[in-house]
Each structure stands twice: as structure tokens, then as C-alpha cells.
């Protein structure tokens, strides 16, 4: 396996500005040098995630989150290492070299994709020629020029259907095929998807990552409807949309319906199909899973409003009221979901072969604002004319509220909701202000985070470190400025009786002399948890002067050193001489001693 080259990770580091990429996040204000911003990694008010241009990191002081841009992209998209530093290279349009260790194997990623594609032509081949597949397609109105655009294609009912993509390519076996979640081995060995439609699951870039099949004759009665590819290494359900490919893909030459350019969130790729061939476009689905936050992220880049457009029943409102909790973080002033809830019965495929295009969008006209939304659904379980049923509408409204980053939203949402409980807005925000932080549940990560304690504990952390003033400032000019690890190698600087501060030091020159070049990059190298906090404090120290008399400075503190450690290894070597003689010491040891004594 591959792996990407240092000097190719520092020129992206340079080629991209962190500030854009953690902005298109979470909104970020001016503040000083830095920007802050409310953390995505645990819930709070108050900003304290502060991100450093200059430097390249951001940092969080509530619950300690930070490094690069690629260690926040990994953080917040829940990606690998390669797959953050690709993301990356796209957003830059830069081509993230692979190195190939000696050998000319493809990285296992760059396999399984190519696995996907074979056996999409495969399932692509098995349709054309297969009558019954054909006809089913039909039959539900799904045009060839719509079977395209979605790859559609079938897989055979043969036990072994994919067989035939290992005879044909040698280097592919069913160890790569069951990577690819493609094939099981239990007790028999087996392709998974046999006798169904095929839909290919593609990532933004087009290239297929997964597989959905649907079952479509009799004789697959005891098979689940639909079945999805497992989770592998390139697969993630969680930050995966169906549709929303071909969506961006083809916005020019689809004409939109939709003028204020919406995006419609579904539960199933037969309506995101069905809605795109009736000409409805930006119609993406989840799948198999629930909404989560990260597809929020990712569908909010391309729209500024989404609706979600699940059944009728229970089970569709349920959804959907997981998906607003998962959405509320994310929902700013100018980025708002809606909802919108299909009769009894049907689903978006069926709506829309009753009632055509225009009777879909006229359905589409009526959804629900999410103060709408919230209320009606609230307002369904509760009494809310009773005392009681008003105060638990009010507990539950604060643990939607709290979920709420943007302080427009939550005053508009407020708002509206005073408006249809009929309370006095002020007073409702009294009510909710009672235990605010209690009920709070971040959807997306460290929920755990006990605010308070966790300055408290940094507080004790960095009073560990940080005593010696010379040795902090040379860590803390070094952190900031990784290039001056060249004056650095001019000097020797030794372990001096396992000191923190000259720990810190040498671990730092350490991980840059390894190859990192800017502060997130070493901040992402960082890996004793013990010290972190500091060393994040280290990173944001404003240093008055500029980078020269930084140097200048840093040189200063480590010809000192250097005088000082000789001056220690001569006395450590003289001890050891005086208690047992000359004798003791090692021809090493004795050369040494000499050359220090004659350097001083
Ligand atoms: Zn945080």
C-alpha cells in the first residue's frame, strides 16, 4: 500500500486556507489575529474554538480539539488520513501523489474502486440482456436515458454472479471481493446481491463506492426489498447521499424545477429516481440509515434549503424528527430545512405517478417550516392546553433549542413558537433558560464533555510544563516557525534528567525532524495526551516581534544550552571518573570527555 509523500502534504497545507475550509463549517468571526467560533466537537455558547491563519491550526479551549485542516476534515467528516488529505487535494485541485513502497500495488482504496467499476459493467451487461429485469423497469416507467444517468443494472440469481469479474481479472480474488462487500463467506461463499436491480451508490467525485439492489419478481419473496452494501474502507453510510452525484453532475442540463434551487432529502432510491425522471431534480436519499448530521454538512454546501420529504406515517414523521435533531446544529439563518409529508399511503415514487410533475410541486408548496414542524409534532403527544402538557412541551422545546448553534434561528424559532403556544416571548425565554445545559445532546461528537472540568484539568495539565521560561520560548518560536529546525540541528540539545520542558523540546524537534512542517501538522503529530493542552498553548503564544529577532532569539537559547548541556555531560563524566576512575568509562565516553574539554 501507498503512501503520500511529507513534502506533498506541506504544499496543500500552503495551497489551502484553513480559515475556508473550517468556515464552510462553522461561521467563524474576526478576532484579533485569530477567528473564533462556536466548536463543532462539543456544544457550546459562547465561542472558545479559535482558529490561527497563520499558523494553520485551529484550537478549542472547551474541550481541546485541534491540528490541521486535514485533522479537522478527518474530525468532522469522520474520514481516514488519505481520505481527508484527498478531499483536500480535490477542494485545491491538486493530484495527491502515491508512493508505492518498492512495489506497483495499488492502494487498497484505489482496488476496491476499481472492483466496484468492474462489477458495475458487469450488472450494466446483465440488464441489457436480461428481458425480465428490463420489463420490470418499465413497467414502473423508468426510461433508458434515466437507467444511464443512475448506472442501473442486475445481477444475475446465480449464487456465483461475480465469478466472472475474477476469471476475467487476475489480479482480483474473493478476499478483495469480500473487502469490497461484495461477496460472503460463512459456511458457503456467495455473491450478496443476487436477482435484483442494481443501483451503483457513487461519491461526489462519480466513482462508484457501493452498491443498493432491489429485489423485483416472485421468486425472491423471502429476500429483504432492498439491501445495500455493507460498510468497507471507501463506504461510509453516514456521509453518503444517493443521488446527490448525479444531481451536481447534471444541474445544467436538467432544467430545475425548483427555482429557489432546494434539495429534497428522501428515504429510498426508487423515489429519488422516480422524482428526477418526473423532472424534479436535487433529489438525493440516505442510505439505509437515518439522516445524519454529516449529510446535513455535506447537502448544505450545495443548497441553502432542504426539504425532507419522508411518508405520512408514523414511522416517516419519526424519521424525520430524528433527521431535524440531527439537522439542528447545522441550520443557520440562510441554510433552513423544511418538511413535507406524502398522504397516507403513498411514497414520493407514487405520488408523483398519480399526480404528475406539477401536482408533486403544488404538495411541495405546503411544507412545514421547522417551527411548524416542531410545534404540530409536539402538539400531537402533548395536551398542550393542560398546565402539565405545557410544561413538558416547554422541557422538550429546550432540548431542541439547545441543539440550535445559529442565535438568529433560535430567536426566530423562539419567536414563532411563543406565538403558537401563545405565551409571551420573553417568558417562554425565561422558562427555557431554566437548567439550559442539562438536557443538551450533541448529535455529532464527545458528548460527554464536562466543560468545567475539563479546564480545570488543563489548568493542572499545563502547570506541569512551562517552569523553565527559556525553554518554553524556544519550544513555542519553534512550534510556530517549524522551518528554523535547521539552526535547530546545529546544536546538540540532550535529555537533561527527564526536565518536562526540555522533554517538550525535544519531542518537538523530533516530530519536525520527521517531516512536519507547519504547527497544525505537528500538532496532529502530537500524540502524548498528557501535554497537548500545552503544547496547543505554545502554538497561539503572541510573540511581539517579528520572525527575524524570533530567530535571532531562538539561536540565543540554544548556543546557551548547548554551553549548558556540555557543561552537564562533562560534570556527569567527571562524577563517574571520580567514584570509580578512569576505568569505567567507555573508549566512547573518554573521546567525548576529551572533545568537551577541549571545546570549553
Ligand atoms: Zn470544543
Not at 431534480?281 to 419522508?310: D, M, R, W
Not at 557543561?567 to 578512569?582: C, F, H, Q, R
Request: charged share 25%.
Amino acid at each position: 500500500m501507498g503512501h503520500i509523500p511529507e513534502d506533498f502534504i506541506s504544499n496543500l497545507l500552503d495551497n489551502i486556507d484553513i480559515v475556508d475550509i473550517i468556515g464552510s463549517y462553522v461561521p467563524l468571526k474576526k478576532s484579533g489575529h485569530n477567528y473564533m467560533g462556536c466548536c463543532p466537537f462539543h456544544h457550546e455558547k459562547t465561542p472558545s474554538f479559535s482558529v490561527v491563519q497563520s499558523k494553520r491550526f485551529y484550537h478549542c479551549f472547551g474541550c481541546g480539539a485541534g491540528g490541521s485542516s486535514i485533522k479537522f476534515v478527518m474530525e468532522i467528516e469522520k474520514l481516514s488520513f488519505v481520505d481527508a488529505v484527498s478531499k483536500l487535494a480535490a477542494i485545491a485541485g491538486m493530484d495527491v501523489p502515491f508512493v508505492n513502497n518498492g512495489s506497483n500495488k495499488l492502494s487498497i482504496d484505489k482496488v476496491l474502486y476499481k472492483i466496484n467499476q468492474l462489477v458495475f459493467s458487469l450488472y450494466k451487461n446483465n440488464l441489457l440482456k436480461d428481458k425480465a429485469a428490463q420489463s420490470y423497469l418499465q413497467k414502473r416507467g423508468i426510461i433508458p436515458e434515466i437507467w444511464d444517468k443512475f448506472q442501473l443494472g442486475y445481477s444475475t440469481a446465480a449464487w456465483g454472479n461475480l465469478e466472472e469479474v475474477i476469471k476475467t481479472n487476475p489480479e482480483i480474488n474473493i478476499n478483495l471481493l469480500k473487502q469490497a462487500g461484495l461477496w460472503i463467506e460463512n459456511k458457503n461463499s456467495y455473491a450478496r446481491f443476487r436477482n435484483r436491480i442494481m443501483f451503483p451508490i457513487h461519491n461526489i467525485q462519480g466513482k462508484i463506492i457501493g452498491f443498493g439492489g432491489r429485489i423485483f419478481n416472485d421468486s425472491s419473496q423471502n429476500q429483504p426489498k432492498y439491501l445495500n452494501s455493507p460498510e468497507t474502507i471507501i463506504f461510509k453510510k453516514g456521509n453518503e447521499l444517493y443521488g446527490l452525484y448525479q444531481a451536481v453532475k447534471y444541474k445544467d442540463i436538467s432544467k430545475n424545477s425548483q427555482s429557489d434551487n432546494s434539495f429534497l432529502m428522501v428515504e429510498g432510491y426508487m423515489d429519488v429516481i422516480s422524482l428526477v425522471q418526473h423532472g424534479i431534480s436535487n433529489v438525493v436519499a440516505t442510505l439505509g440509515t437515518s439522516a445524519s448530521h454529516q449529510h446535513f454538512v455535506k447537502l448544505f454546501k450545495y443548497t441553502e434549503k432542504i426539504i425532507i420529504c419522508f411518508d405520512g406515517d408514523i414511522a416517516g414523521r419519526r424519521a424525520a424528527y430524528r433527521a431535524m435533531q440531527q439537522a439542528l446544529p447545522v441550520i443557520r439563518a440562510d441554510k433552513v430545512i423544511n418538511f413535507c409529508f406524502l398522504p397516507e399511503g403513498h411514497d414520493p415514487d407514487s405520488y408523483i405517478l398519480k399526480h404528475g410533475k406539477s401536482g408533486f410541486e403544488n404538495f411541495l408548496k405546503n411544507s412545514e417550516s421547522l417551527s411548524t414542524f416542531i410545534f404540530n409534532n409536539l402538539a400531537k403527544e402533548l395536551d398542550i392546553n393542560s398546565p402539565e402538557g405545557r410544561a413538558k412541551f416547554v422541557s422538550y422545546l429546550r432540548a431542541i433549542v439547545n441543539k440550535v448553534y445559529d442565535e438568529i434561528v433560535k430567536e426566530f424559532l423562539l419567536e414563532d413558537l411563543a406565538k403558537k403556544l401563545e405565551l409571551d416571548l420573553e417568558r417562554l425565554k425565561n422558562m427555557l433558560a431554566v437548567n439550559t445545559t442539562s438536557s443538551f445532546n450533541n448529535p455529532n461528537i464527545n458528548t460527554n464533555i464536562n466543560h468545567t472540568n475539563h479546564i480545570q484539568k488543563t489548568a493542572q495539565i499545563v502547570n506541569n510544563y512551562g517552569h523553565n521560561k527559556v525553554l518554553k520560548k524556544a519550544a513555542s518560536i519553534l512550534i510556530q516557525f517549524p522551518e528554523l529546525i535547521e539552526l535547530v540541528k546545529k546544536y546538540s540539545i540532550i535529555d537533561e534528567h527527564g526536565d518536562q520542558d526540555n522533554l517538550i523540546l525535544l519531542q518537538l524537534i523530533q516530530i519536525i525532524k520527521e517531516g512536519a512542517c507547519t504547527t497544525g501538522q505537528v500538532l496532529d503529530n502530537w500524540n502524548e495526551p498528557q501535554s497537548k493542552e500545552y503544547i496547543f498553548q505554545l502554538a497561539l503564544i503572541e510573540h511581539l516581534v517579528n520572525k527575524k529577532e524570533l530567530e535571532l532569539e531562538l539561536e540565543d537559547i540554544l548556543q546557551n544550552l548547548n554551553k549548558f548541556n556540555k557543561g552537564y555531560e562533562i560534570e556527569e563524566l567527571l562524577t563517574k571518573v571520580k567514584a570509580n576512575g578512569m576505568g569505567t568509562l567507555s573508549n566512547d565516553e573518554k573521546l567525548k570527555l576529551t572533545e568537551l574539554l577541549k571545546e570549553k
